[in-house]
């Protein structure tokens, strides 16, 4: 029977919020151990920065462990990510699973040319689509993505094939210029957020632009940037529009409105994995394999 870790890498998280999503993979058939980490409290995180590192090390350590899953995000994993040991992951890979603050992580194992998976966290669990427990469960079982979505009226057709990478837009933007920068060069970027103001969504895009991310890219996936906080007075652009303009130079194929992010539709991307996306007039194509 796989097994499962649940540790807490950022802000703090009760029992009562995680139990829906912790009997749900036990009915699937995983064994699931919560490290006593999980629950603990330090004013909005989960314990110190050094509880979460040495929590998230122990179950790198712990062969019996097949899966390590965030209990949820928040903010923190900056605090500890420098002083990580993930030699273990060389001698036996483990799903990394955790999305938005996660995105830290899945960023410092794309640069170890470690594949991750980029999909829900335990908190948040009963609002999330059937269309996503599927794709999870296949996942988790399988060795492929395959998944087929309707069209945008923003989007731009075209084939692109590259390794997947990228996560949520301000953790993306944080990572520039540390050690845990990211590499888009014949990569298919995917992006997505939650509660930012389209000033701040502008200024954080303009900045990946800036630093040379869109360049050489392959494809470009945009996902749930939802809940938009308002100003006022209103920006001039939506956000569709605001990533259009800044892309407009640039000759990849894009889509919009792809099911990742903050919403009930959130579909697990492979982080570092090969990756096929076609846009058509028909529809988008994203497809995965992995080793």
């Known amino acids: 029977m796989p097994k ?25 058939g995983y064994e699931v151990f919560i490290h006593p980490q999980t629950f603990a409290q330090n004013a909005q995180f989960a314990g110190t920065a050094q509880e979460r590192l040495k929590a998230f090390q122990e ?16 903010y923190g994993v900056v605090q500890w990510i420098e002083k990580v040991d993930f030699s273990p992951l060389r001698k036996k890979h483990k799903w990394i699973v955790g999305f938005s603050d ?7 194992l794309q640069k170890l040319g470690i594949v991750s998976l980029h999909a ?4 948040g669990w009963e609002n999330l689509s059937e269309n996503t427990f599927q794709h999870l ?12 979505v309707t069209n ?23 990572q520039i210029g540390t050690s845990t920068d990211f590499d888009t060069e014949n990569a298919i970027l995917f992006l997505e957020d939650v509660n930012e103001p389209l000033y701040n969504l502008d200024r954080m895009l303009r900045h990946l ?13 945009v996902g749930n940037i939802s809940r938009i906080k308002p100003e006022e007075p209103p920006f001039d652009k939506n956000i569709y529009e605001i990533i259009s303009e800044i892309v407009e130079p640039y000759n990849f194929p894009a889509c919009f409105d792809f099911p990742v992010g903050h919403e009930s539709e959130n579909f697990p991307m492979v982080c570092g994995a090969e990756a096929c996306l076609e846009v058509t007039l028909k529809g988008i194509h994203l497809s995965q394999q992995w080793d």
């Open 4 to 28: 499962i870790g649940v540790f807490s890498p950022a802000s703090r998280v009760s029992y009562e919020q995680i139990q829906m999503a912790v009997q749900t993979l036990e009915k699937w």
């Open 59 to 74: 179950l790198l350590q712990d062969d019996s462990i097949d899966i390590i899953w965030c209990s949820r995000g928040g």
């Open 102 to 108: 996660v995105t830290v992580l899945h960023c410092a």
């Open 120 to 123: 829900p966290m335990l908190k």
């Open 137 to 148: 469960q296949k996942v988790l079982q399988s060795k492929q993505i395959d998944y087929q």
């Open 152 to 174: 945008s009226t923003f989007d731009r057709l075209g084939k692109a094939q590259g390794k997947l990478i990228g996560g949520n837009i301000a953790l993306l933007h944080n």
């Open 209 to 221: 632009q800036r630093a040379g991310k869109f360049e050489k890219l392959q494809g470009l996936i």
